[in-house]
């Protein structure tokens, strides 16, 4: 059997998208999925993602790690599938649609795919990162010299370590440039390395800077390996609430593989 895929990236975040409005394709065979992402033997990707027909909205994304197993919520991958659905006329330049951790609004306008993220209520201030959820688990921390930094091996460490064993948490590193600019460097778990760009990560590290009063500004500019990233948001007495990131997503190839 041809699997049809295409790729797409966004800021270097880059995925295997597939068309499975039929159902085509077995979400269950890991190893397969595995294979598809492998830089080397298969296609190459950070994760692969399914759109798949939505009752009541305009189509769900289904995720799935580098290692071939289903993940939490994606900020890049959402924001490439949103390009992904315009490309196949599932929608025009606006989307609602279903991913594993709720609803998500999705705006296409000049070259650029706002995405917005669901509220955080809970950020946690520890003496030398924050924690929080934007979708998925992200350790943040301030670093002086993203350059000369091993994230591989840092990342690693603190992504298996206590409180976050088993269960583990992505990995970021801060340096700020300005009040409202910072670089980010992520580690990210089920990818198992650093990735060029995280969307769900620069989330975290925008309200964690906020939170921590880096910043007083609510639209912030994150530097990533693969490009720049914006995120902005209100900051109310129920948490940060109207996350939008945003920035580019772009289809690189069609292709078909066994």
């Not at 955080?120 to 520890?126: L, N, T």
């Not at 650093?194 to 969307?199: F, L, P, Q, V």
Request: hydrophobic fraction near 35%; include cysteine.
């Amino acid at each position: 059997m041809r699997l049809t895929f295409y790729k797409y990236q966004g800021t270097g975040n880059d995925f295997v998208m597939i068309d499975n409005r039929l159902q085509v394709f077995d979400k269950t065979n890991t190893k397969h999925i595995a294979f598809l992402c492998d830089r080397r033997f298969g296609i190459g990707a950070d994760g692969l993602i399914l759109l798949e027909n939505h009752d009541l909205h305009d189509f769900k994304m289904v995720y799935f790690n580098a290692d071939g197993n289903e993940s939490s919520m994606c900020g890049n991958g959402g924001r490439c599938i949103t390009a992904f659905a315009q490309f196949l006329g599932v929608i025009a330049n606006e989307a609602t649609f279903e991913a594993i951790d709720g609803l998500h609004k999705a705006t296409i306008a000049n070259g650029l795919v706002s995405l917005q993220m669901q509220d955080v209520k809970r950020v946690e201030k520890h003496p030398a990162h924050v924690f929080l959820d934007t979708g998925s688990p992200h350790h943040v921390q301030m670093e002086q010299d993203l350059k000369i930094l091993d994230i591989k091996t840092v990342g690693r460490a603190i992504r298996y370590g206590a409180p976050y064993n088993d269960a583990g948490s992505n990995v970021n590193f801060v340096c700020k440039n300005a009040d409202d600019n910072f670089s980010v460097r992520t580690y990210e778990r089920g990818v198992e390395d650093e990735t060029y760009s995280c969307g769900t990560g620069v989330t975290a590290v925008a309200v964690a800077m906020h939170y921590i009063g880096e910043t007083e500004k609510n639209n912030i500019t994150l530097q990533t390996e693969g490009g720049i990233l914006n995120v902005t948001f209100d900051n109310t007495a129920k948490g940060y609430q109207n996350i939008w990131l945003i920035g580019p997503a772009t289809q690189v190839f069609k292709g078909e593989i066994s």
